[in-house]
């Protein structure tokens, strides 16, 4: 696509591009470039309108502030939310000991591979409850 706006925006390369063009092809493509200026003139204008009834929407809200005795930094204080807090780790479960090392499992999520094997070799996990 940079190719095509290199030619479009270059007087020489665009000339040469459309040399074949008979005159009412030139009008026709004139005539949507015209349409494509206008439409993006007016989105233009509509995006001004809209940030400017916004600022003034800004200002008097400000204003209201001011008559009221309120600042920016009140407002900071009172929308900020506290952080939820963070729940307390579960309680281990289930225990087991192997080579001296004592592994515990909460019983949720995935079975850790010493139960798993302990499992599979016929024990089952009220064996394991603390």
Wanted: glycine letters at 6%.
């Amino acid at each position: 696509m940079s190719e095509f706006l290199d030619i479009l925006t270059h007087g020489r390369r665009f000339k040469a591009a459309v040399k074949e063009l008979s005159v009412e092809d030139l009008k026709d493509v004139a005539a949507k470039l015209e349409k494509i200026i206008t439409e993006k003139a007016q989105q233009a204008e509509e995006e001004s309108a809209a940030m400017a009834e916004r600022n003034a929407k800004i200002e008097e809200i400000r204003l209201q502030m001011e008559a009221v005795g309120l600042s920016i930094d009140d407002l900071g204080a009172v929308a900020t939310k506290a952080a939820p807090k963070k729940r307390a780790p579960r309680p281990a479960k289930y225990k087991i000991v192997v080579d001296g090392e004592t592994i515990t499992w909460t019983g949720q999520g995935r079975t850790p591979t010493v139960f798993k094997n302990e499992l599979d070799n016929g024990k089952s996990l009220e064996d394991f409850l603390i």
